[in-house]
């Protein structure tokens, strides 16, 4: 059984190696150093309404989610920034099981609707743990 525990500053190294290690594989092919992976999930911790969640079987941390709570007119939603499962735990239902931990844990906080954009290529684990393809478009503007 995974569960979620609360990240503090004292986890960035860790999740910085491991976001440099899952990055490394396919599909994402990325060499991140490890400075800047450090300071991608300093900057994931460091918002007013930022969380960050170590994911845990038994004792071993196997993977990190990073997001923050929008606050919107009627009810807030949760934006995940960021998770991912290392290497030697993808495939085995870590990812959706934090998933649904990070449900149990928002319906606490009468949270309405989580929301991420992702890789086309990772859209099918998205639409296999219930979400959907909302009216929003994913837009960028190279520079």
Not at 22 to 49: C, F, H, M, Q, T
Not at 82 to 101: D, T, W
Request: glycine fraction near 4%.
């Amino acid at each position: 059984m995974l569960f979620l525990r609360a990240c503090d500053k004292s986890d960035i190294p860790n999740a910085a190696q491991m976001l440099c290690r899952v990055y490394a594989e396919p599909p994402y092919k990325e060499n991140w150093p490890l400075d800047r992976a450090e300071k991608r999930i300093e900057a994931y911790l460091s918002g007013i309404n930022s969380r960050g969640y170590a994911l845990i079987i038994e004792t071993q941390v196997v993977g990190y989610l990073f997001g923050r709570v929008i606050i919107a007119a009627k009810c807030s939603n949760f934006y995940v920034d960021e998770i991912f499962v290392h290497p030697n735990y993808q495939r085995k239902g870590c990812g959706s099981m934090a998933l649904n931990a990070l449900q149990d844990e928002l319906k606490k906080e009468c949270i309405a609707k989580i929301e991420l954009h992702t890789l086309s290529e990772d859209a099918s684990f998205y639409e296999k743990n219930g979400f959907k393809k909302s009216a929003y478009v994913n837009m960028e503007r190279v520079l």
